[in-house]
């Protein structure tokens, strides 16, 4: 802008002055729009590139505090992670730890109720007397239906083997088919109750 006033005052001035210095006046004239023209160019691709190296300036300030801003939020979004993970950790060991007790009561009370428990002990003796008596004999003492083998003086792990097998189908003679069905309903505590009185018989 003060360019462009000192070139109207200039342009003033010449044309105020005298016709002495006319000729003289019109070639400085001539030739001082152009310089002066040439120096306004100048001082506006100056003041143009000046803009330009500070605009060029500015972009990259921006660019560097960009990347450096980027930079430091990865680092403290890893920190974060890295401390959320730490104290999940921290909190899932500390439950654990607290909920033990709890558990460990319910797995207890949760054995208690599927454990079997202990029936009562079979009567061999009752056994015998209702199911085997009336064939065997009060004390084993018969062939049952004149077919089978005395079995008082057996000893229990014969008497169990043999009673399995009706049981199971494997075992038997004559009275096989008899004795089966006896045996089906036998449970494995009833055999060995019903063995361990007619061995001592």
Same mark, same amino acid.
């Given at each position: 802008?003060?360019?462009?006033?000192?070139?109207?005052?200039?342009?003033?001035?010449?044309?105020?002055?005298?016709?002495?210095?006319?000729?003289? %006046?019109?070639?400085?004239?001539?030739?001082?729009?152009?310089?002066?023209?040439?120096?306004?160019?100048?001082?506006?691709?100056?003041?143009? $590139?000046?803009?330009?190296?500070?605009?060029?300036?500015?972009?990259?300030?921006?660019? /560097?505090?960009?990347? /450096?801003?980027?930079?430091?939020?990865?680092?403290? =979004? =890893?920190?974060?992670?890295?401390?959320?993970? /730490? %104290?999940?950790?921290?909190?899932?060991?500390?439950?654990?730890?607290?909920?033990?007790?709890?558990? /460990?009561?319910?797995?207890?009370?949760?054995?208690?109720?599927?454990?079997?428990?202990? =029936?009562?002990?079979? $009567?061999?003796?009752?056994?015998?007397?209702?199911?085997?008596?009336?064939?065997?004999?009060? =004390?084993?003492?018969?062939?049952?239906?004149?077919?089978?083998?005395?079995?008082?003086?057996?000893?229990?792990?014969?008497?169990?083997?043999?009673?399995?097998?009706?049981?199971?189908?494997?075992?038997?003679?004559?009275?096989? %088919?008899?004795?089966?069905?006896?045996?089906?309903?036998?449970?494995?505590?009833?055999?060995?109750?019903?063995?361990?009185?007619?061995?001592?018989?």
């Amino acid at each position: 802008m003060k360019i462009v006033l000192s070139v109207a005052l200039a342009v003033f001035l010449l044309g105020c002055s005298d016709d002495t210095q006319s000729s003289q %006046t019109q070639e400085s004239t001539t030739k001082a729009p152009t310089t002066t023209v040439e120096k306004v160019q100048a001082t506006a691709q100056k003041s143009m $590139d000046a803009v330009q190296e500070t605009a060029d300036k500015s972009v990259a300030a921006v660019k /560097e505090a960009t990347q /450096e801003s980027v930079t430091a939020i990865k680092e403290t =979004t =890893t920190k974060v992670v890295a401390n959320v993970q /730490e %104290t999940t950790k921290q909190v899932v060991a500390d439950v654990k730890k607290e909920a033990q007790p709890v558990v /460990e009561k319910v797995q207890a009370q949760m054995a208690a109720v599927v454990a079997p428990t202990p =029936t009562a002990s079979v $009567d061999g003796e009752k056994l015998y007397k209702a199911s085997c008596m009336a064939c065997h004999g009060a =004390t084993a003492e018969k062939k049952a239906l004149t077919k089978s083998q005395v079995i008082k003086g057996w000893v229990s792990t014969k008497i169990e083997d043999a009673l399995h097998g009706y049981k199971n189908k494997t075992y038997g003679g004559t009275m096989k %088919t008899i004795m089966e069905g006896k045996a089906k309903n036998l449970s494995d505590e009833d055999i060995k109750a019903l063995a361990g009185y007619i061995s001592k018989l």
